[in-house]
Every structure is written in structure tokens, then in C-alpha cells.
């Protein structure tokens, strides 16, 4: 292999599916993706907003191109479509990312039926089904020595009890890290690794309500141990080490990208 630190982190080539496209951390993997060289096609819900972005990303210049379309992960025929409409744009797939989801917040006692099924079908049953509609489009895209790649969303939440009333989130988060392994352990021996990344406090629309403005976004800030939220950066470069070269052997990890939050546990044990 090539050890060049370029070369370990190249995509050219490489065609990826991003669900949940256009915006917050799908779109910040979207641009990291398309700055290595991918050929990214990105769906969500709102096609419109998906065709919008990827003109605003195919402006940038960037070595990789992108193509945004409509597309359901939520129920077995949205995912049938999407599935239908992506075997239209290529034969193969280098990379899935599987970040489409939605949260639920309501305090303890009062948390609806809803909010508990809704979040599932689209956080874990979607995710599932999409990934196993899509193997032979992955299959198609593995080569020796360079698996095809799935990257699923988890959360800190998802490994951490600091969910803050987000029961069916957190939970559908933990589903997904396990979800990871499972698959990862089953799809090894077809050329495929499947790893996740556990995002912390990032700017989004899902996390919109919790950082409504500076102050407040600043004392979320402050509660993470390295002292900031995340960047864009932080996703795309996640995304460019697991699916380049330089991740080729990695399979079934689960990524903290939370600056800490995933370890932190502040005191001692034992009295000074």
C-alpha cells in the first residue's frame, strides 16, 4: 500500500450512499467524502432540500461530486424505493453511511407509545433493513484488500445514561452499536466492514433545541471535557479514515467523536 498520508485518506473513485444527506452531521460527512475524491449520492425525506445541497456542495470545487434525491428510510417500501432509485445511479457501492434518524423528548412518565415505535422504525429497523437491501450493491463494491464500507450513526447517548429525556433515542442509539458489531462479525467474510460513529454535541437540527443561541450553546460547551462542540471536520474526518485505505482493517468499532463525554467520570472513588 501506499503510505503516503494523502493516499491513506483517498476516496477517488469510491461511490457513496449518505441517508440524511442534507444537513447536520450527514452533510458534514457528505463534504468530507466529496473532499476525498467520493462520488456521494445523498437522500432524505425532503428531496427538494437534497437537490439544494448538493448544488451548494458541487459549487464548492471539490474533487468529489454529489447527487441528491428523495428518499424514506422509515418504512419497508420507503426503503424498496430508495433502494430501486440508488440501482438507477450506479451498479456498486464503495461506502453506506446510514445516518438518517429522528429524536423523541418528554419527561419520564409521560413518555408516549409513539415516540418509542416512531423513533425505532426509522433509528434501528430502518437502518437494518436498508444495509441488508443494499448488499449486493456493496458485495459489487469490494475489492481484496479493500472491503466496502458501512458507517451507521450511533450517538454518546447510546453508550452513556445522558440522555436528558430522549429514552427512545438513546436507547435506538445502543440498538445501533450493537447492531454494528452483529453485522460487522457477519459481514467480514463478504468484503464488507460495517463500524459506527458515536457523535457527541454537535450543531444540527436535531440538536437545535439545545443550543438555541451562543449562551447556551456555550454551556453545553462547557459540560463536554475538551471544552467545545463538534466541528464538521471532526465527522468528515471520521469518515475519511474508515472508509479510505488507511481503515481497510478496521470492523464492528464504535468511534467517540463526543470530545470525552464517552469516559468522562468526574471524582474519585477513594477519599484524598
Known sequence: MNMTPARLFDLTG????VTGG???????AT??????????????????????????????GLPGTVEGFAGDVSTQEG?????????TRTDHLNILMNNAGRTWGAPLGEFPWDGWDKINALNVTGMFQL????????????????????????????????????????VSKGAVHHMTAILANDLAERGITVNAIAPGPFPSKMTAF?????????????RVPLGRLGQPSDIAAALQYLCGPGGAYVTGAILPLSGGINVHSPGSLFAE
Open 14 to 17: 469510491k461511490v457513496a450512499l
Open 22 to 28: 442534507s444537513s447536520g452531521i450527514g452533510r458534514m
Open 31 to 60: 463534504e468530507g467524502l466529496m473532499a476525498a475524491g467520493a462520488k456521494v449520492l445523498i437522500a432524505s425525506r425532503k428531496g427538494d432540500a437534497c437537490v439544494a445541497v448538493a448544488e451548494e456542495l458541487n459549487a464548492l
Open 79 to 87: 426503503v424498496d424505493a430508495l433502494v430501486a432509485e440508488v440501482k
Open 131 to 170: 444495509t441488508q437491501a443494499l448488499l449486493p450493491l456493496l458485495e459489487a463494491g469490494a475489492r481484496d484488500a479493500d472491503p466496502a464500507r458501512v458507517v451507521n450513526t450511533g450517538s454518546v447517548m447510546g453508550t452513556v445514561p445522558k440522555g436528558g429525556g430522549a429514552y427512545s433515542y438513546a
Open 210 to 222: 439545545a443550543l438555541t443561541d451562543q449562551d447556551q450553546a456555550g454551556r453545553t460547551a462547557d
